[in-house]
């Protein structure tokens, strides 16, 4: 149907800027303005409410680096309404010069209209310098909150696991 179609279409361009290199007036054109973004991370933002709170301080993270730049490493989840994927972002640290690499996960979750309404962000793995049994705790948060979200979903909805850098299922 019409309004199925519009907004595929509108989640597709929403992930497609989400996927993207870091773009801010990008991300804000995809944002709800209700989003919330919960940073499971240890030493993470926490959970950050509406549009403006979560384009301040994604603002505030690029300022302290350069060179930054984003790689999907694996698309873990798609479903019609949100997606996870494992990603790399690397950079340099501006004041420091020191490069950078956090290998993390995310959830997006879009609304109605297409737009993202929902991101939770963690670790994949134990990273250097963090204690695995911290990175642990923060991947099980991760699947917990997954595994919460995803409860009930009609078995008919296709949770596909598709191969690193294709739009195959494996």
Do not use: Y
Request: overall charge negative; glycine content about 10%; proline content about 4%.
């Amino acid at each position: 149907d019409g309004g199925d179609r519009s907004r595929a279409a509108a989640i597709a361009r929403s992930a497609g800027v989400m996927l993207g290199q870091p773009d801010l007036a990008g991300t804000a054109s995809v944002l709800a303005p209700d989003v919330e973004f919960s940073d499971l991370r240890t030493v993470g933002f926490g959970t950050l409410h509406g549009a403006e709170a979560v384009l301040e301080t994604i603002a505030a993270m690029m300022e302290l680096s350069s060179d930054d730049s984003a790689h999907i490493d694996e698309v873990v989840v798609l479903e019609p309404d949100a997606l996870v994927v494992r990603w790399t972002n690397r950079g340099t640290h501006v004041e420091s010069g020191g490069a950078f690499e956090r290998n993390l996960c995310q959830l997006w979750i879009f609304d109605a209209a297409g737009l993202c309404e929902q991101l939770v962000c963690g670790v994949v793995q134990a990273q250097p310098g963090v204690d695995f049994a911290e990175g642990s705790r923060q991947v099980g948060a991760n699947l917990r909150f997954l595994a919460q979200r995803l409860v009930d979903r009609p078995a008919a909805q296709c949770r596909s696991r598709l191969k690193p850098g294709t739009s195959q299922a494996e």
